[in-house]
Nanobody, 115 residues
């Protein structure tokens, strides 16, 4: 089993920044990717950014140029630096990890962008 612990959410004004962290623990032997999803009220969960095992990254079009995903493989931790935040970025952000064919989810952390 793998456990994911997220941190770093909160309330920020438009144009501000936040950094999310997600640390994986448990039985870890071959992580395919780690990434972040988000879900706003009344909307489906969507991919925000992912970090692949070979070093590649993917971003949703809505966050390109504003968000940066990074990963510390030695610590099994993935980060999401979010800059120039907009009210439409308000959502619960979930960490996701894939190991072999198994997917694991964090409990979610709330990000609210409001003046």
């Amino acid at each position: 089993q793998v456990q994911l612990m997220e941190s770093g959410g909160g309330l920020v004004q438009p144009g501000g920044s936040l950094r999310l962290s997600c640390a994986a623990s448990g039985t870890i032997f071959s992580i395919n990717y780690m990434g972040w999803f988000r879900q706003a009220p009344g909307k489906e969960r969507e991919l925000v950014a992912s970090s692949l095992s070979y070093g590649g990254t993917n971003y949703a079009d809505s966050v390109k140029g504003r968000f940066t995903i990074s990963r510390d493989s030695a610590k099994n931790t993935v980060y999401l630096q979010m800059n120039s935040l907009k009210p439409e970025d308000t959502a619960v952000y979930y960490c996701n990890l894939q190991q072999n064919v198994e997917h694991y989810w964090g409990q979610g952390t709330q990000v609210t962008v409001s003046s």
